[in-house]
């Protein structure tokens, strides 16, 4: 990345971490920290299903 003409260092920190925000690199970075098993991850990944059904669900009621 670039300094643009007259941009501040402030300026160009903010437009970096948007465009690490917008690739997800923070967020992958986060993921791979620790690593986790298959079987973890599945459980978690069916857990989170779970919470997304039970909570659909709840808000259909009338």
Known sequence: MKLKENETFETALR???KQCEKAGIMYEL???????????RRKKKALAARKRALKKARSQRP
């Open 15 to 17: 437009r970096f971490k």
């Open 30 to 40: 986060r993921r791979r920290e620790h690593y986790e098993k298959p079987s973890i």
